[in-house]
């Protein structure tokens, strides 16, 4: 469930999505996709977020999307329906992630995420390869260095943290660090790019760092383990009648 949420599922969908639009209309995925993790570790993790936590979380969600909206993110269209697509595949495979790492850390969850996936992808990389060779010599040595980048830090490094944030914090909780994503990504352009920052956007910036906050005050318990019965013990049977030991 890992290796499809995080290693197939969201790359690949969002990937398709960003052919159709610009690279700032996926900032939707960022503002549903710390609401659905909690969603899925709440549904398969046995973690309870409390009603306030569920309304900080919705709260900031609606931020991030009133955020995109405005930037021009636009109405509903077909790479949206793509972009749901990884949103949802993403939020498991973070929810399963974080749980899974409880148990093998999170070096070792994403290394067997990757492993898992081996088998499926070698042969349609294989394939990808041979019907665009030439694209593929032609490519600039830019665009090999961001697919280095992407396949090392973004789709390996990057996953030893978060896992052992989420298994460490809570999926659900650690989960709403998502908020801030968009954000930082203007904060990156702006020192890289410069690009400017104007004050609509420091002004949703600081709001949704305030929700974030709040909800990490917010309750997230853990549900009970089902308990397992015993074991049916044999009661011992009489001795025969009329038979001395």
Not at 48 to 73: C, D, E, K, N, Y
Not at 138 to 162: D, H
Not at 218 to 239: G, I, K, L, Q
Request: without cysteine.
């Amino acid at each position: 469930m890992t290796s499809l949420g995080v290693v197939v599922g969201f790359p690949l969908f969002s990937s398709l999505a960003m052919r159709e639009v610009p690279a700032g209309h996926g900032a939707i995925i960022t503002g549903l996709l710390p609401l659905a993790t909690a969603v899925f570790a709440a549904w398969f993790g046995r973690e309870r977020p409390s009603p306030a936590f569920w309304l900080s979380a919705a709260v900031g969600s609606a931020l991030v999307i009133a955020f995109a909206l405005w930037q021009g993110a636009g109405g509903l269209q077909h790479a949206d329906w793509l972009l749901f697509a990884a949103m949802v595949l993403g939020a498991l495979g973070y929810a399963e992630g974080g749980k899974l790492s409880r148990e093998l850390g999170g070096l070792e969850t994403i290394s067997w995420a990757l492993a898992v996936a081996l088998p499926l992808l070698v042969p349609v990389v294989a394939w990808l390869g041979l019907a665009h060779a030439g694209q593929i010599a032609a490519a600039s040595p830019r665009a090999w260095l961001g697919m280095g980048y992407v396949s090392v830090f973004s789709m390996f490094i990057g996953f030893l943290f978060w896992y052992a944030g989420l298994a460490k914090g809570g999926v659900a909780r650690v989960g709403q660090i998502q908020l801030l994503q968009p954000f930082l990504t203007l904060a990156g352009g702006a020192l890289l790019l410069a690009e400017p920052l104007d004050a609509v956007t420091l002004a949703f910036a600081v709001a949704v760092i305030g929700v974030v906050a709040l909800g990490r005050r917010t309750a997230v318990r853990s549900a009970p383990a089902s308990p397992v019965p015993a074991p049916a013990t044999e009661e011992p049977h009489p001795a025969p009648m009329g038979r001395s030991h």
